[in-house]
C-alpha cells in the first residue's frame, strides 16, 4: 500500500508529466529517428544513424526544450485553461507555479548543454529556439494569424535541426515538411474555435474572436485545399514507396474534414476535428517506415 506521501508524490509526478506532455515529447523523438533513418540519411548503414551520438544529444536537446517549452505555456496560459480544460487543468494545479518555473529554467540549461556536445551552432539553434518558445508564450499567442504561423514554425524546428545535421537538401523533404507544417498550422487555429471560451475571457485576440468562426472556417478550409497539394505531389512527383497509401487516406480523411469542418457549430465538433488531424500527425510518424519495409532489415550490416 502506498503512504499518503508517496501517493502525493505520484500525483505530482503524473501532473508534471501531463504539463509537459510526455507522450507528445516521445512521439517527436521517435519521427526524429524515423525521418533521420528512412528520409534525411537512407544511405547510411542503420547502425550508424540509431548509435550516433551526435544526433542523441540533437533529439535530447530537443525534447528538453519541447518539455520546457509546455511548461512556460502552462504557466502563462494557468486562468485560460481553467475555463477551456477545467479537468487537466486541476491536475496541472497539482505542481506549483514557482516549482513549474524551476523546471523551466533547469530543462533549458539542461538543453543547452546537450546541444553544446553536439557544436556551438547547435548551442545557439537550441538557445534561439528557447527564446522563440518563450517570446511566442508571453507575446505573439495573443496575436492574430502570426501566433498560429509560429507555433506551427516552432512545432517542426525539432526536425529541422535533424534536417541542418545531415545537410540533406532533396526536394521531396521540403514537401514532406510543408505538408507536416500545414496541418499543424490547421491544428492550431482549429485549437483556437475550441478554446473560444477561455480565449474570450482573457482578451486573446484570436481570429474567431476578432472575424467570428465563419472567416475562421473560411481560413482553415484554405489551408486544407492547400494541404492537398503536397500529398498529391508526393504520390505522384516522389517515390516514397508505400507510404503513397498513407497520403492517399490523408486525403480522404481532409476530405472528410472540410465537410464535418462546414457542420461544426460547438467546441464538441471542433474536439472532433482537432483529433482527426492528431490521428493523421500520429499516424504519420509510423507510416514513415512504409517508405521501405526491408530497409531496416537490409541495412542492419
Given at each position: 500500500m502506498l503512504t499518503r506521501?508517496?501517493?502525493?508524490?505520484?500525483?505530482?509526478?503524473?501532473?508534471?508529466?501531463?504539463?509537459?506532455?510526455?507522450?507528445n515529447i516521445l512521439m517527436i523523438a521517435l519521427a526524429q529517428y524515423l525521418a533521420s533513418i528512412y528520409i534525411l540519411s537512407p544511405?547510411?548503414?542503420?547502425?550508424?544513424?540509431?548509435?550516433?551520438?551526435?544526433?542523441?544529444?540533437?533529439?535530447?536537446?530537443s525534447a528538453l526544450v519541447i518539455a520546457s517549452g509546455y511548461i512556460i505555456n502552462n504557466?502563462?496560459?494557468?486562468?485560460?485553461?481553467?475555463?477551456?480544460?477545467?479537468?487537466?487543468?486541476?491536475?496541472?494545479?497539482?505542481?506549483?507555479?514557482?516549482?513549474?518555473?524551476?523546471?523551466y529554467f533547469i530543462l533549458n540549461f539542461l538543453a543547452v548543454f546537450a546541444a553544446s556536445y553536439v557544436s556551438f551552432r547547435a548551442v545557439l539553434?537550441?538557445?534561439?529556439?528557447?527564446?522563440?518558445?518563450?517570446?511566442?508564450?508571453?507575446?505573439?499567442k495573443k496575436v492574430p494569424?502570426?501566433?498560429?504561423?509560429?507555433?506551427?514554425?516552432?512545432?517542426?524546428?525539432?526536425?529541422?535541426a535533424v534536417f541542418v545535421y545531415y545537410?540533406?537538401?532533396?526536394?521531396?523533404?521540403?514537401?514532406?515538411?510543408?505538408?507536416?507544417?500545414?496541418?499543424?498550422l490547421v491544428r492550431e487555429m482549429i485549437k483556437d474555435l475550441e478554446n473560444m471560451k477561455g480565449d474570450l475571457a482573457q482578451n486573446y485576440r484570436t481570429i474567431p474572436i476578432l472575424y467570428g468562426p465563419k472567416v475562421s472556417k473560411f481560413m482553415i478550409?484554405?489551408?486544407?485545399?492547400?494541404?492537398?497539394?503536397?500529398?498529391?505531389?508526393?504520390i505522384t512527383k516522389f517515390d516514397v514507396g508505400l507510404m503513397n497509401y498513407y497520403f492517399m487516406a490523408c486525403i480522404a480523411l481532409l476530405i472528410l474534414f472540410l465537410v464535418l469542418l462546414l457542420q461544426s457549430k460547438t467546441k464538441k465538433h471542433y474536439v472532433w476535428l482537432?483529433?482527426?488531424?492528431?490521428?493523421?500527425?500520429?499516424?504519420?510518424?509510423?507510416?514513415i517506415l512504409l517508405i521501405d519495409i526491408d530497409l531496416v532489415l537490409n541495412r542492419i550490416l
Amino acid at each position: 500500500m502506498l503512504t499518503r506521501k508517496n501517493k502525493l508524490l505520484l500525483l505530482k509526478l503524473l501532473s508534471l508529466f501531463s504539463v509537459v506532455r510526455g507522450y507528445n515529447i516521445l512521439m517527436i523523438a521517435l519521427a526524429q529517428y524515423l525521418a533521420s533513418i528512412y528520409i534525411l540519411s537512407p544511405d547510411l548503414p542503420l547502425r550508424k544513424v540509431v548509435f550516433d551520438v551526435n544526433l542523441f544529444f540533437i533529439v535530447i536537446a530537443s525534447a528538453l526544450v519541447i518539455a520546457s517549452g509546455y511548461i512556460i505555456n502552462n504557466f502563462y496560459d494557468a486562468e485560460k485553461d481553467l475555463i477551456n480544460k477545467p479537468k487537466k487543468s486541476m491536475l496541472d494545479r497539482l505542481v506549483s507555479q514557482r516549482f513549474k518555473l524551476t523546471t523551466y529554467f533547469i530543462l533549458n540549461f539542461l538543453a543547452v548543454f546537450a546541444a553544446s556536445y553536439v557544436s556551438f551552432r547547435a548551442v545557439l539553434f537550441f538557445s534561439a529556439y528557447i527564446f522563440g518558445i518563450w517570446f511566442y508564450s508571453h507575446k505573439l499567442k495573443k496575436v492574430p494569424f502570426i501566433g498560429n504561423f509560429v507555433s506551427a514554425t516552432l512545432a517542426i524546428a525539432p526536425f529541422f535541426a535533424v534536417f541542418v545535421y545531415y545537410k540533406n537538401f532533396e526536394t521531396v523533404i521540403f514537401v514532406h515538411a510543408i505538408f507536416l507544417f500545414l496541418l499543424i498550422l490547421v491544428r492550431e487555429m482549429i485549437k483556437d474555435l475550441e478554446n473560444m471560451k477561455g480565449d474570450l475571457a482573457q482578451n486573446y485576440r484570436t481570429i474567431p474572436i476578432l472575424y467570428g468562426p465563419k472567416v475562421s472556417k473560411f481560413m482553415i478550409a484554405g489551408l486544407i485545399l492547400l494541404t492537398l497539394i503536397p500529398s498529391l505531389l508526393l504520390i505522384t512527383k516522389f517515390d516514397v514507396g508505400l507510404m503513397n497509401y498513407y497520403f492517399m487516406a490523408c486525403i480522404a480523411l481532409l476530405i472528410l474534414f472540410l465537410v464535418l469542418l462546414l457542420q461544426s457549430k460547438t467546441k464538441k465538433h471542433y474536439v472532433w476535428l482537432h483529433n482527426i488531424l492528431k490521428f493523421i500527425i500520429i499516424a504519420g510518424v509510423f507510416s514513415i517506415l512504409l517508405i521501405d519495409i526491408d530497409l531496416v532489415l537490409n541495412r542492419i550490416l
